[in-house]
């Protein structure tokens, strides 16, 4: 069946290209960051950190100087008046300093930037770095959850709706699950390329970034420069994934530096900095409990979920807390709750959003306490979440913790995934396998994936000779925003889309954007794109003369909520614990689809990581803080062979949430997939009691459970 994917996928690029489109990035004409090359660039190394804590340190440079071709080594002394820029103010935040861009006198985890090292060619910067000696006093590594530390940051939800509906509470169900941090995998690396223009004192700075505008004023503000001197560019990027959406203090080094010593300077991570000191994600421990009444409705959520936060805080750090918490119930109606997050730093790498961001933890909250309430009150699943789904005909939907859910019809997609899977034979089936001693399990999950609040801007432009200008403030990182956005366009104009280009990712010629994270680049910059194209042609068919230009700041008038159902059936081997995922079934409402071919591609993107997340992928710090997982020989992430079958439909109703009736896609596999595969685990493993199971659901960790008794 992966082949089938593989080959289905082949298929579509070679008509894609047979028709010529988005031919460019196939064919090795895209330009990374990594392509950008400056006349007379300096090439830079950071020198890194090899402790997880540390005092007194002692940066001497000397015999770096002495290399042949190094210009200039910098260290936390000269940059000592910096610090990180201030976070998204969304919750408050206690902590002592944002974060160094250098260390200075202090070491906060393995991998931290202590040196730049410059030089004339990068083998050069290379044997350099290995030059410059450190010193320093080392400390006790503070882990990400150390029990005793404060949290920096908290967050709680307490509310009762007095639902005269629900009675008593006949069982009380609980969960624990612990995850392990991911490394946001992107195939471009972080990357930075700034150049200093003596000329007219400003700075241009290439950087592989979601957030161009966001970039350019943490840039200007840290360097303490006018924005209107700084210039962010953001070419093709190879990925991004949450881990490019803030950033970090290499990023602000480089920057720094170029204007310091007025020059270009190149810096492109390695795989190895990534691991060390690229964005983390999850890494969450979640407990709850759930109460349910003698017919089977929700009486009472209890939830604690705590984030690690690392050693510094990116702009989105509590986000995820932030979206858990405010989630959870999910797609359900409970009569009480009691929602809890809390973050806490610790002496390792930051973690930020990664693809989902707090919304996974929120779906395998809520999803593994029902699958066990299911079993604790004899409900078949499927029946005990359809007496519970908020219904749609009560959208819009205040929930417990004050967010509104904009339209849906959840128990639609869950009935849509029984009919596609075969629900009531699937578990006949798994019956008669389990007498023949397999171990064979069935789980699902429904999920909700708020997708973006707030506006977006967009310019679009009718050229005299009838082609189409688009501008967007949001930006691109592989999406295929050139195709989507042009579609937007074109159909209002009603041209073909061919006719449109599509610009984004530089500050100079976009206008000021949010760009490109929470699942909000159709539904709020795809929005801008389709406003501004309608006021154009209104000055068009107004008479005015070409070339003609709108301008739009669109801002969505509420957040749309996507969401979904994917059911999963796993068997696994009795001798090995070797998981073997048979089946996912997935339907998902997504909204108004402007590319389907995007759209799965998407769905499918999503799958494969949160498929990673579930089964492969952990971050392992010891208990020095030093990282035992840093290069692709420690860490496991999917392969096309390792993706199962997916038989995927869309139910696409529109939203009133923004103008193109269009919600999240991009994080949806994220949220649903993983959550599903733990209750399919749990359903293969229920013969052995109740068994708690963590990421990634190694053999090891499926096997154990069968010995254990
Ligand atoms: S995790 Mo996303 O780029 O909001």
């Known amino acids: 069946m992966s082949s089938q994917l593989t080959s289905s996928n082949a298929t579509a690029i070679r008509e894609g290209l047979a028709r010529g489109e988005d031919a460019r990035l196939l064919t090795g004409r895209g330009r990374y960051v990594h392509d950008v090359q400056v006349a007379g660039m300096l090439y830079g190394v950071f020198v890194r950190s090899m402790y997880a804590r540390a005092a007194a340190l002692q940066v001497d440079a000397s015999a770096a100087l002495d290399h042949e071709g190094v210009v200039a080594v910098l260290d936390g002394k000269q940059l000592a008046q910096c610090q990180m820029p201030q976070i998204n103010p969304l919750l408050s935040v206690t902590q002592s300093s944002r974060g160094p861009l250098l260390a200075h006198a202090h070491i906060s985890y393995v991998g931290q930037p202590i040196a730049l090292v410059l030089a004339t060619s990068l083998s050069a910067a290379h044997m350099a770095a290995e030059l410059v000696m450190v010193d320093c006093e080392t400390q006790d590594a503070q882990p990400d959850f150390p029990g005793t530390e404060a949290a920096v940051a908290s967050v709680e939800f307490v509310h009762d709706s007095g639902d005269s509906r629900v009675g008593a509470t006949a069982h009380t169900v609980h969960m624990v699950h612990s995850q392990p941090r991911l490394v946001a995998m992107s195939l471009e690396p972080r990357g930075a390329v700034a150049q200093w223009h003596a000329d007219s004192d400003s700075l241009t700075v290439y950087l592989p970034t979601q957030a161009p505008s966001r970039a350019r004023a943490d840039i200007a503000k840290t360097l303490g420069m006018v924005l209107d001197k700084v210039h962010v560019v953001s070419p093709d990027v190879g990925g991004a994934f949450g881990a490019k959406a803030s950033v970090t203090p290499e990023d602000l080094v480089v920057a720094w530096a170029a204007r310091q010593l007025k020059t270009s300077i190149k810096w492109v991570a390695s795989r190895s900095d990534e691991f060390t000191a690229g964005m983390h994600g999850r890494g969450a421990q979640l407990a709850g409990s759930l109460s349910l009444d003698s017919q089977g409705l929700f009486s009472q959520l209890e939830a604690k979920v705590q984030f690690p936060l690392g050693a510094w805080l990116p702009y989105s750090a509590v986000v995820p807390m932030r979206n858990a918490t405010r989630i959870l119930p999910g797609p359900y109606r409970v009569k009480q709750i009691d929602v809890q997050g809390q973050a806490f730093q610790s002496n390792a790498a930051a973690v930020n959003i990664y693809r989902g961001a707090g919304r996974?933890?929120?779906?395998?909250?809520?999803?593994?306490?029902?699958?066990?309430?299911?079993?604790?009150?004899?409900?078949?699943?499927?029946?005990?979440?359809?007496?519970?789904?908020?219904?749609?005909?009560?959208?819009?939907?205040?929930?417990?913790?004050g967010e509104t859910l904009d339209a849906g019809d959840y128990a639609q997609v869950l009935r849509q995934a029984c009919e596609k899977l075969g629900y009531a034979a699937a578990r006949e089936k798994q019956a008669s396998r389990r007498m023949a001693g397999e171990v064979v399990g069935i789980g699902m999950a429904v999920y909700i994936e708020p997708c973006g609040q707030g506006w977006e801007s967009a310019r679009v432009t009718l050229q005299a000779d009838g082609k189409v200008l688009v501008h967007s403030g949001s930006s691109g990182q592989g999406q295929g925003h050139e195709t989507s956005f042009a579609t937007i366009a074109a159909e209002v104009i009603g041209c073909a889309t061919d006719q449109v280009t599509v610009v984004q990712g530089d500050t100079r010629t976009c206008p000021q954007g949010i760009g490109a994270l929470a699942s909000r680049s159709i539904a709020i910059g795809g929005s801008a794109i389709?406003?501004?194209?309608?006021?154009?042609?209104?000055?068009?068919?107004?008479?005015?003369?070409?070339?003609?230009?709108?301008?739009?700041?669109?801002?969505?008038?509420?957040?749309?909520?996507?969401?979904?159902?994917?059911m999963a059936q796993m068997v696994i081997d009795r001798e090995t614990g070797k998981p073997n995922i048979e089946r996912v079934v997935w339907a998902d409402d997504a909204g108004r689809i402007i590319s389907p071919q995007l759209a799965h591609g998407q769905l499918l993107g999503g799958m494969a990581q949160g498929l990673g997340q579930a089964m492969l992928e952990r971050i392992v710090y010891d208990a020095d803080g030093q990282l035992q997982t840093g290069s692709l020989m420690d860490y496991a992430v999917p392969r096309a062979d390792d993706m199962p079958p997916v038989e995927l439909m869309g139910l696409h109703c529109p939203t009133q949430a923004n103008l193109l009736g269009a919600k999240g896609v991009g994080e949806a596999g994220c949220i649903g997939v993983p959550a599903a595969l733990l209750n399919a685990a749990a359903d293969a493993l229920s013969p052995w009691g109740e068994a708690e199971l963590d990421f990634p659901l190694t053999s090891e960790r499926l096997w154990r459970v069968m010995s254990s008794q």
């Open 530 to 566: 389709a406003q501004a194209a309608q006021q154009v042609i209104a000055k068009r068919d107004a008479g005015e003369a070409l070339p003609l230009s709108a301008d739009v700041v669109y801002t969505a008038p509420a957040e749309a909520w996507s969401y979904g159902c994917v």
């Open 360 to 401: 996974p933890e929120a779906a395998l909250l809520m999803e593994r306490l029902v699958e066990r309430a299911a079993r604790a009150a004899k409900i078949d699943p499927v029946e005990l979440r359809l007496r519970n789904l908020i219904a749609a005909q009560d959208m819009p939907y205040q929930t417990p913790t």
